[in-house]
């Protein structure tokens, strides 16, 4: 563990392990989530989704519903008062369907009603004639099928040019020789199912109408103003009369940067002209946001035999599902981060994403690099057994340092500790073996009380990882953050400070504190609620950005108002007040060539952050059950703003990249998904979650703010392939797709 | 139909509709939204209240079966205005991240307290394993109630 904070813990400021401000509310149940909204006259809102995967719409009927008891408005395609089409990145996807729905549970029309269950009535009544089409649901056929899109939205971006259907992107990093033969060669093939977010609070929000055509919405969201800039074109109002406001959110984990009830209940709440408030069903949660891409991964891994990576060649293909969202930055992600944090000279790395009819896909904790990396990792095991070579040393004879160049030829000029996490995570103590008899539930199996121990084996798995900070490839990346200074009722100065930036439970609410009572050197502090309607845009709480981007602008907009303070002698009197605004942008990034994955000039990331893990795993070969028994890490976070809020982003992380090994996927049959609950689809408990050792590896980050960089993705991205690692150790089999199954460990292995 | 429900030690009426679960209308007709709604098919337990002293999901107790019964929700825990130990402990720990899980935890704590006031790590585990959190990896919330249970 770190050394402990030594500055006085009362203030809160960087570097010292606070109380969450937003903890007491929590644990009384005053926290206002998005579900718990309220307004007089309220209506609820419901949305009839498609039962089909690929289906025309042929015709709607409404004419049953209109007349129901409680109704008051029933909308199509026909009542969308704008834009038909929204997205986060392409406008690819209907408000509400019109011509045809590309995948199960899609939105089709709308029902406002006194009650929810009037209103799930009233849905029900209403007849949609659907003709069924060709499903694209292979994604290594998608690009021999008709397009599910006829307009190429993805086209004329700047990415490489690929005339075959239903690709939404497809990527190349040519590096060096990519032909370069080594003296040792391994090879694999890796899949992933899809992983959902299963963030707890469901989709939910509360529209307002103003009376003057415009509308006030109260959402659980990731990025208010991109919510916003989607919105307001859609309800075909100026941007100025619709105004987004932070809710309080329950998880979001890339789940929330795509729009969910916010048009449909200002559809509604307009039509109407009430309150309206729409709260997803978990099963609706199922199809009200995108999902981790699934993945099918080839990767060859050419060594010489001291150890020495020569050549990575690996082929990815991404299911993006109906919709692209943000499935153009993730397969960039994929590829980017493919090789792992190795320096390497020669790759070929190829990477793309295909339209189909599953569930759409865009981003999650990991984006992209939690795919590859289970992949490299499990190559890089391999490697290490065909070389007679201790996994860790090959890791450490390859780690990437500072002044090395990632496949993209961007040269590492920043924080890039790789040796130092891995030396650290190996270093830490495995726990000995605990002795049977034992209580079942410290076995595999557990309550279940499946075995005394028999047919037990341990193993110890090892992982490296890592992504970007913030975004990338030329993206104008920026926070804004206003500070309000004025004198209170006795004379103390006290900072109102405003900054869009959505706490997601990830803790930035303190983040902004912390860093203003730092600048400021002031106790009273507080942060007025996040909203479209006072200052601009945050950027999203997404690609560990927000820690250092919030910092950032609040450090910029304290230090101009501290500078106005002192012009004005140091003091304010009673009705004066200093209210400044600034902006930060973190360095400006490039986008990649697009034929060889190069960069251009510059670096297409700003920066880059590295965990190790070492796991221990005991599975039941005989039953295929596993428990996993300890984990250890070492993560590089730059600088930790509040430690035990790091702590706790690892732990968490970890336990997400554990379910995807052993656990969770959205199962689909013919596009349809068939576990939208979580009684089918599990994600870890108590019972499930091991003791997680970690240490902070703190090496600051020269172009962040204090040194920061974000800590919220790298435990995801590692933990799946370690978790995996030590699976592998314990049972030794291949265990190439995850979630592992009960039947890939105990049943007989294919031909 | 009409139901009157002890919530809190305060009588709650209502005018609900039959097939209203009991979260439903602890939520949206007795004001008392601290009971979430994360999975309304009792996988989650973030809807854990007292009924009668028993630990239950909420959303799969219909309101009118709770007619002329007692209710402690999370509201209810918190003693003459001071926060319940397992409360502060949470707050201490860093047990809270984005807490929608957090209510039910808590009452599930408070129940397991109750019952075993010494909970070995094993019973801690158990105890909680009916209530789902996807953000805290639950290490910082088995340190809660350790600490509630004066352990730490």
């Not at chain 1, 005053?30 to 949305?47: I, Q, R």
């Not at chain 1, 993006?320 to 930055?329: D, L, M, P, R, V």
């Not at chain 1, 980050?701 to 690692?725: I, R």
Request: charged content about 25%; aromatic content about 6%.
């Amino acid at each position: 563990m770190s050394a402990a904070p030594t500055r006085k813990l009362e203030l809160g400021r960087v570097g010292e392990a606070v109380k969450r401000v937003d903890a007491i509310p929590k644990v009384t149940g005053e926290f206002a989530y998005s579900s718990d909204l309220f307004a007089a006259g309220m209506l609820w809102g419901h949305t009839v989704r498609s039962p089909h995967a690929h289906a025309g719409v042929v015709s709607i009927d409404i004419s049953k519903a209109v007349g129901m008891a409680g109704v008051h408005a029933v909308l199509t395609h026909e009542d969308v008062p704008g834009d038909k089409r929204y997205g986060l990145e392409f406008a690819d996807q209907p408000v509400l369907a019109f011509d045809r729905v590309r995948y199960f549970g899609e939105p089709v029309a709308l029902v406002a009603a006194e009650h929810p269950e009037q209103a799930r009535r009233a849905a029900e009544a209403i007849e949609v004639e659907y003709e069924p089409l060709e499903l694209v649901v292979e994604p290594e056929r998608a690009a021999d099928q008709p397009a599910i899109h006829p307009q190429r939205w993805t086209e004329g971006h700047g990415y490489r040019d690929d005339p075959r259907a239903n690709v939404v992107r497809d990527m190349r990093i040519v590096r060096g020789d990519p032909d370069a033969e080594g003296e040792v060669s391994v090879e694999g093939y890796y899949e992933l199912g899809i992983q959902d977010q299963a963030f707890l609070g469901p989709e939910s929000g509360l529209a307002v109408p103003d009376g003057e055509g415009g509308v006030d919405i109260y959402v659980a969201t990731q990025w208010l103003h991109v919510d916003r800039d989607q919105v307001a074109p859609c309800l075909g109002l100026p941007k100025e009369q619709v105004r987004i406001h932070l809710a309080g959110v329950g998880g979001a984990f890339g789940g929330r940067e795509d729009l969910s009830m916010q048009v449909h209940g200002a559809m509604l709440a307009l039509h109407t002209n009430r309150p309206v408030k729409m709260v997803y069903t978990r099963e609706e949660s199922f199809f009200g946001h995108v999902h981790r891409h699934p993945a099918r991964i080839w990767a060859e891994h050419r060594a010489n035999r001291d150890g020495k990576l020569v050549n990575v060649r690996m082929r990815i293909l991404l299911d993006g599902g109906a919709y692209a969202s943000s499935s153009t930055a993730v397969t960039s992600n994929a590829a980017s981060f493919a090789v792992g944090p190795y320096a390497i000279e020669n790759a070929l790395i190829e990477s793309t994403c295909v339209y189909t009819n599953n569930p759409p896909c865009g981003a999650m904790r990991g984006f992209g690099a939690v795919q590859t990396c289970f992949a490299s990792e499990a190559q890089m095991d391999k490697l290490a057994a065909a070389l007679g070579m201790d996994p860790v040393e090959l890791r450490l004879r390859n780690a990437m340092a500072p002044g090395d160049a990632l496949p993209t030829g961007q040269k590492i000029t920043g924080s890039m500790p790789v040796a130092d996490v891995i030396r650290k995570a190996a270093a830490l103590p495995v726990p000995e073996p605990e002795e049977l008899p034992r209580d079942p539930i410290r076995l595999p199996g557990g309550a279940g009380n499946t075995t005394r121990g028999e047919g037990v084996r341990r193993g110890v798995g090892f992982a490296v990882g890592f992504k970007n900070i913030g975004y990338s490839e030329g993206f104008d990346d920026y926070t804004a953050a206003r500070v309000r200074l004025f004198a209170d009722a006795g004379g103390e100065l006290v900072a109102e400070i405003h900054c869009a930036a959505a706490e997601v439970g990830q803790g930035v609410t303190n983040v902004i504190l912390q860093t203003a009572r730092t600048e400021l050197e002031l106790e009273n502090v507080m942060l007025a609620p996040g909203t479209t309607a006072a200052v601009d845009s945050a950027g999203s709480a997404s690609a560990s950005r927000m820690t250092w981007m919030a910092a950032g602008a609040v450090q910029a907009a304290c230090r101009a108002v501290r500078d106005e303070l002192e012009r004005r002698g140091g003091t304010l009197g009673e009705g004066e007040e200093i209210d400044l605004e600034r902006i930060y942008r973190h360095p400006r990034t490039f986008p990649l060539d697009p034929e060889t994955g190069q960069v251009t000039e510059g670096r297409a990331h700003v920066a880059l952050a590295c965990a190790a893990m070492r796991v221990v795993v005991e599975v039941d070969v005989e039953l295929g059950l596993t428990r996993v028994v300890w984990i250890g890490t070492a993560q590089d976070v730059g600088k930790a703003v509040n430690p035990q809020a790091v702590y706790g982003q690892i732990e968490g992380g970890t336990a997400q990249g554990i379910g995807l090994a052993l656990m969770e996927e959205i199962q689909t049959r013919d596009g349809l998904i068939t576990n939208a609950s979580f009684t089918d689809y599990l994600i870890p408990t108590a019972l499930d979650m091991p003791p997680v050792d970690a240490e902070l590896v703190e090496d600051p980050e020269p172009d962040a703010p204090y040194g920061v960089k974000g800590v919220g993705e790298p435990p995801t991205v590692v933990s799946t392939a370690a978790v995996m690692s030590a699976m592998r150790a314990a049972t030794g089999r291949e265990l190439d797709r995850v979630p592992v199954k009960p039947d890939d460990i105990c049943l007989p292995e294919g031909p | 139909m009409n139901i009157t429900v002890t919530v809190n030690g305060e009588p709650h009426q209502a005018e609900i509709w039959p097939g209203e679960s009991l979260l439903f209308a602890l939520r949206e007709r007795m004001g008392l939204p601290g009971s979430k709604n994360a999975c309304e098919q009792g996988e989650c337990g973030s809807c854990s209240v007292l009924l009668d002293g028993r630990l239950v999901c909420a959303c799969l107790v219909l309101a009118v079966q709770a007619d002329g019964h007692e209710v402690v929700t999370v509201e209810g825990v918190a003693e003459d205005g001071e926060l319940h130990r397992v409360q502060d402990a949470f707050v201490q720990t860093g047990a809270v991240q984005c807490g929608f899980c957090t209510p039910g935890l808590i009452v599930a704590a408070v129940d397991l307290l109750r019952h075993t006031p010494q909970p070995t790590d094993d019973d801690i585990r158990e105890a909680l394993s009916g209530n789902l959190c996807r953000c805290t990896g639950y290490a910082k919330i088995f340190d809660a109630v350790r600490l509630a249970a004066g352990q730490a």
